[in-house]
């Protein structure tokens, strides 16, 4: 059986390659970008409540952080 792959780039390189030819289509084409600012942001948020919640002993909700 073939090795797992345990480095999140040789895990997700399919991903990242076509995450790239989308959003080199909407520059060369004039189109929106499938994925927004607002897309990346929210599993920052996630993180950052999660860690407080870790560090704080208690249940943190998404809109304390944002």
């Given at each position: 059986?073939?090795?797992?792959?345990?480095?999140?780039i040789?895990?997700?390189?399919?991903?990242?390659i076509?995450?790239?030819?989308?959003?080199?289509?909407?520059?060369?084409?004039?189109?929106?970008?499938?994925?927004?600012?607002?897309d990346?942001?929210?599993?920052?948020?996630?993180?950052?409540?999660?860690?407080?919640?870790?560090?704080?002993?208690?249940?943190?909700?998404?809109?304390?952080?944002?």
């Amino acid at each position: 059986a073939p090795k797992p792959l345990h480095f999140f780039i040789e895990r997700y390189m399919d991903a990242y390659i076509e995450e790239m030819r989308q959003f080199i289509d909407a520059v060369m084409n004039d189109k929106p970008v499938p994925v927004t600012g607002a897309d990346g942001r929210a599993p920052l948020v996630m993180a950052e409540a999660a860690w407080k919640s870790v560090r704080e002993g208690r249940l943190v909700r998404l809109d304390e952080i944002e």
